[in-house]
């Protein structure tokens, strides 16, 4: 290649692409968080079940611990609550539920079965092979994050570095996470293209100084995308793309 095809293609395409962890990559809340809180509830004898709308209006309520508390408290005339009525005891019963389920979250992210949603994998070859870097940023827990890429993208693993959990002190939608990404990526934040899902995601990436394409997810599709630099309900796969990597230029066919 020489140096003016090099400088062109340099400044038509995204140096790095960056993955949001949940809601991205996978429905995590939906798929992962949910189920496995309904799995911890049925092996504990606790007689509910958290379908897609309900536990949408419990997301509200941030925190594992917290959410299960502020539910029971609603429920007080059933199980677990209706025998558990010491608030110190409810508090112990609240952490062991939470610790099972933070454990059963982890079995389920290592067998495989958060399915990656449309598109993803599609992208994350199509970036690869036009010489982009990859990385999922994400302050989530660490080993989930790093356990979806590991069992849902193998081929591609070791080219996907995981920023994640409390590598950063500052959360979404503090920049953090994304400018620590491009530091140690060695790439041009301005030539970064962040794929989020919520309005949360969104600021980080325009804090950042970087391009944000949102891929709506099901517990975010209300949100304020305003800021976006695009919006769309999913990456697509192949042959149903709603954006191919090499669009991702600039000027591009959308930006
Ligand atoms: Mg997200």
Known sequence: ??????????????????????????????????????????????????????????????????RMTHYFDGVPDTEPWKSVTDPNE???????????????????????????????????????????????????????VQGIVNTMLPEFADRMPVFAGDIVPKKKPAPDIYLLAAKTLNVNPARCVVVEDTHIGCSAAKAAGMRCCVTKSIYSEDEDFSRADAVFDCLGDEGDERVKFHQLTTPGDFW
């Not at 293609?9 to 960056?18: G, I, K, M, T, V």
């Not at 979250?105 to 079965?113: C, D, K």
């Open 90 to 144: 409810r508090k112990e019963l609240v952490k062991k539920l939470h610790l099972r389920k933070t454990e059963m979250f982890l079995e389920l992210v290592y067998e495989g079965a958060l399915p990656l949603r449309p598109g993803v994998k599609r992208m994350v070859k199509e970036a690869l092979e036009n010489g982009a870097k990859v990385a999922v940023c994400s302050t989530s827990n660490e080993k989930a």
């Open 1 to 66: 290649m020489n140096t003016q095809t090099r400088a062109l293609r340099n400044f038509d395409y995204p140096e790095a692409l960056l993955f949001d962890c949940d809601g991205v990559l996978c429905e995590t809340e939906r798929d992962g968080h949910r189920v496995t809180f309904n799995r911890t509830f049925k092996e504990f004898g606790i007689p509910h079940e958290w379908d897609v709308e309900l536990y949408g209006e419990l997301l509200k309520i941030g925190g594992g611990k917290e």
